[in-house]
């Protein structure tokens, strides 16, 4: 009877395994990603892979925002884009998502501040910071704390090289 059921038991198991083996991934690559920019013109700022989907930061002469790429089950790569009017008088543009994959995204409007500014810490509304250093005009700052849910963002802070806050915004401002 022990043979029998561990028979079974390994007979079961082989099949999960099988299973899970024709499953296709559904990852982005690189060239994927810098061939769906090129094909659309996008002026990307930066790029960030947040699990399976990537996340473009791009800033256009009017307007500001970010395409969401991931492939569907066909393993074609779909874009879910969010975009703003940019305007002078707005230094930072700060957007993002709060489901599913949370990230804060920031652009810089304002070339004094572009200078100056060295880094960007996220605070998010369970109380996590998350710091990056600014290496161009925006930068995309993912949750790392996954399964909770929603999250949003409390409060964005840019500061300089001497890490002095040159920005400073929020949901409490």
Same mark, same amino acid.
């Given at each position: 009877m022990y043979k029998f059921l561990k028979s079974i038991f390994v007979a079961g198991l082989c099949i999960i395994l099988v299973g899970c083996s024709n499953s296709r991934s559904f990852s982005l690559t %690189? %060239?994927?990603?810098?061939?769906?920019? #090129? &094909?659309? *013109?996008? *002026?990307?700022? #930066? +790029?960030?892979?947040i699990d399976?989907?990537? +996340?473009?930061?791009? @800033? %256009? !002469? @009017?307007? +500001?925002?970010? =395409?969401?790429?991931? !492939?569907d089950r066909n393993g074609s790569i779909q874009d879910q884009s969010v975009f703003g009017i940019t305007s002078n008088d707005v230094p930072v543009f700060i957007s993002g998502s709060s489901t599913m =994959?949370?990230?804060?995204?920031?652009i $810089? *409007? &304002? &070339?004094?501040?572009?200078? @100056? #500014?060295?880094?960007? %810490?996220?605070?998010?509304?369970?109380?996590? !910071? $998350?710091?990056?250093?600014? @290496?161009?005009?925006g930068i995309i700052i993912p949750y790392e704390n996954k399964g909770i849910g929603n999250m949003f963002y409390f409060y964005v802070v840019i500061y300089d090289k001497e890490d002095n806050v040159i920005y400073h915004s929020g949901m409490a401002d």
């Open positions: %690189e %060239e994927e990603i810098n061939g769906f920019i #090129a &094909d659309n *013109n996008i *002026n990307n700022i #930066a +790029v960030e892979m399976d989907m990537a +996340v473009v930061l791009f @800033s %256009e !002469k @009017s307007a +500001v925002g970010f =395409h969401i790429l991931y !492939k =994959h949370p990230f804060v995204t920031v $810089i *409007n &304002d &070339d004094e501040m572009l200078k @100056s #500014a060295s880094s960007v %810490e996220v605070t998010f509304s369970d109380g996590s !910071k $998350i710091s990056k250093k600014f @290496s161009g005009k």
